[in-house]
């Protein structure tokens, strides 16, 4: 499932109940994504809705506006999907709060790609890096970090 806004779109916490709080048995959903909005302190419906999607294997939340709320709400979802390969956040303006990463994607035993681009500074991007890899060094975890 893909869902892409337009540039300046913004999405509200009634229409996110509406896309993400319906859910109420397991669906087989491998591919989440939704990008390209401004959903600042609304994602709470998304990230409830996780574990009904167990098979998820990439969950895309890039361009977002997420904020630290839901960034903890997301990364406190992750259990719930215990096969995700591709976790991508980038272009969310996390700051510090993205150093919280490393105590979740650690717990995602098949995780291999982490896309953090564009949510905090270079030296708190090196910190997640650097303690997921002394952490989880096999399976390795790619980490883009910078590009394009």
């Not at 996110?16 to 989440?32: S, V």
């Not at 998820?56 to 215990?82: A, Q, T, V």
Request: some cysteine.
């Amino acid at each position: 499932m893909s869902l892409t806004g337009a540039s300046g779109c913004s999405v509200h916490a009634e229409e996110m109940e509406a896309l993400f709080g319906g859910f109420d048995k397991t669906l087989p959903l491998c591919n989440l994504t939704f990008s390209g909005f401004s959903a600042r302190g609304c994602l709470a419906p998304l990230t409830n809705s996780l574990h009904f999607f167990p098979d998820l294997i990439w969950l895309h939340l890039d361009k977002l506006n997420m904020d630290e709320r839901d960034l903890r709400g997301l990364l406190e979802s992750l259990r719930f999907i215990p096969n995700l390969e591709t976790l991508n956040l980038s272009g969310n303006p996390l700051g510090l709060a993205v150093t919280s990463i490393v105590l979740h994607v650690n717990k995602v035993p098949k995780l291999y790609c982490l896309d953090i681009r564009q949510t905090g500074s270079e030296e708190e991007l090196n910190y997640v890096r650097e303690t997921i890899k002394q952490a989880k060094p096999k399976p390795h975890v790619s980490f883009i970090l910078t590009g394009c």
